[in-house]
């Protein structure tokens, strides 16, 4: 099953605009997360992150919201640039044995800033 | 510069064969890690290591093998290749077992023809 749940394969944005990426999860344990993103032929970089005892947090550009109860949160990029164009995974973290975190992904949107 | 290192960034293998991919980081992490990702799956753990000598298995094990003998260096081997096992290989080190923020190597893409 897919705890976390990245519903958009892709997105497309107009530079300047503000670019919006989602991300929903199943399991309420999750106490930390955080978003990456991936250029092609290369490994995922962390971007962001937030805890669960937060509902904001802003860093640049980049915002990521978290809302517990409805088990979602959202990265906003603003203004979107033609650098951002990547695919954005967000991931969970959850405690797994003992003292280990673990990190569960998602699939992945591809975000395609348009010139 | 600090950070994950793999080897090889390609690989094409027949059915059966074996091979390792190796990973290092100069970070002195004490968790390393390899996933795998495949189109519409996202990243899932194969193994992990929370130091030396200490291993386990993640998402999706079947197939693989590890260890950890010193803290840079945790190698995947795969011993009798199938096609199922055609994907891009990720190795992530961080800080502790604890800690969350993962650094990524540049991925290993192989083919199991």
């Given at each position: 099953d897919q705890q976390v749940k990245q519903n958009s394969p892709s997105l497309s944005v107009q530079e300047g605009r503000i670019s919006i990426l989602n991300c929903d999860y199943t399991n309420s344990m999750f106490d930390y997360f955080l978003w990456y993103k991936k250029y092609p032929a290369e490994g995922p970089t962390f971007l962001i992150s937030i805890s669960s005892i937060k509902d904001k947090n802003e860093d640049g550009r980049f915002t990521v919201f978290l809302n517990k109860s409805a088990k979602h949160l959202s990265l906003h990029i603003v203004p979107s640039q033609p650098g951002d164009s990547a695919v954005y995974f967000c991931a969970a973290s959850v405690e797994y044995g003992g003292a280990t975190n673990k990190l569960i992904f998602g699939t992945g949107t591809l975000l395609a800033v348009q010139p | 510069n600090a950070g994950v290192t793999q080897t090889p960034k390609f690989q094409v293998l027949k059915t059966g064969q074996s091979m390792t991919l190796q990973c290092a980081q100069d970070?002195?992490?004490e968790y390393m890690s390899w996933y795998r990702q495949d189109p519409g799956m996202g990243l899932r753990l194969i193994h992990y290591s929370v130091g030396a000598g200490i291993t386990d298995q993640g998402e999706v094990p079947n197939g693989y093998n590890v260890s950890r003998s010193t803290t840079e260096d945790f190698p995947l081997r795969l011993l009798s290749a199938a096609p199922s096992q055609t994907s891009v290989y990720f190795c992530a080190s961080r800080?502790?077992?604890?800690?969350n923020v993962l650094t990524f190597g540049a991925g290993s893409r192989l083919t199991v023809l």
């Amino acid at each position: 099953d897919q705890q976390v749940k990245q519903n958009s394969p892709s997105l497309s944005v107009q530079e300047g605009r503000i670019s919006i990426l989602n991300c929903d999860y199943t399991n309420s344990m999750f106490d930390y997360f955080l978003w990456y993103k991936k250029y092609p032929a290369e490994g995922p970089t962390f971007l962001i992150s937030i805890s669960s005892i937060k509902d904001k947090n802003e860093d640049g550009r980049f915002t990521v919201f978290l809302n517990k109860s409805a088990k979602h949160l959202s990265l906003h990029i603003v203004p979107s640039q033609p650098g951002d164009s990547a695919v954005y995974f967000c991931a969970a973290s959850v405690e797994y044995g003992g003292a280990t975190n673990k990190l569960i992904f998602g699939t992945g949107t591809l975000l395609a800033v348009q010139p | 510069n600090a950070g994950v290192t793999q080897t090889p960034k390609f690989q094409v293998l027949k059915t059966g064969q074996s091979m390792t991919l190796q990973c290092a980081q100069d970070m002195n992490h004490e968790y390393m890690s390899w996933y795998r990702q495949d189109p519409g799956m996202g990243l899932r753990l194969i193994h992990y290591s929370v130091g030396a000598g200490i291993t386990d298995q993640g998402e999706v094990p079947n197939g693989y093998n590890v260890s950890r003998s010193t803290t840079e260096d945790f190698p995947l081997r795969l011993l009798s290749a199938a096609p199922s096992q055609t994907s891009v290989y990720f190795c992530a080190s961080r800080r502790g077992p604890g800690a969350n923020v993962l650094t990524f190597g540049a991925g290993s893409r192989l083919t199991v023809l």
